[in-house]
């Protein structure tokens, strides 16, 4: 049974497993990953006994916008509507803000997010600077 959390009890080597399990860039940098998600405003994690198996974290003004960084499940666990239940929660915590913004980067990420109830902004482009 999964459970979900809006607590920080996560450990640098749980949390870079978990980033692992879906080739991301940033488990690279462990104890970076560590301080940053300490360091935002909100984050849900879900747990299978004492594993961590997904997590969303967003970052906001206080008010206004709320930006979704990071929502991943680890592969052995998705499709189980882990990833729905997290945005759920984010969703319920921002509900009052006026946007909650996230980036899309491939087509089934667009309609999952569309499906939970995100919409596309039409004439926007990601811009970003990567500093490795």
Not at 54 to 73: K, M, P
Not at 101 to 118: C, T, V
């Amino acid at each position: 049974m999964i459970s979900y959390l809006e607590t920080r009890d996560f450990t640098k080597v749980q949390l870079q497993e978990l980033f692992k399990s879906v080739g991301w860039l940033s488990a690279n940098y462990p104890e970076r990953l560590f301080k940053a998600m300490n360091n935002c405003e909100t984050v849900f994690t879900a747990w299978d006994n004492n594993k961590l198996v997904g997590l969303i974290n967003a970052i906001d003004d206080g008010e206004l916008t709320a930006y979704v960084h990071y929502l991943l499940v680890n592969p052995e666990y998705q499709g189980l509507g882990i990833a729905s239940e997290l945005l759920r929660m984010l969703k319920e915590k921002y509900k009052d803000y006026l946007y909650v913004i996230l980036i899309a980067e491939n087509k089934p990420l667009i309609d999952f997010y569309i499906k939970n109830g995100f919409e596309a902004t039409p004439d926007t482009q990601v811009m970003e600077i990567i500093n490795k």
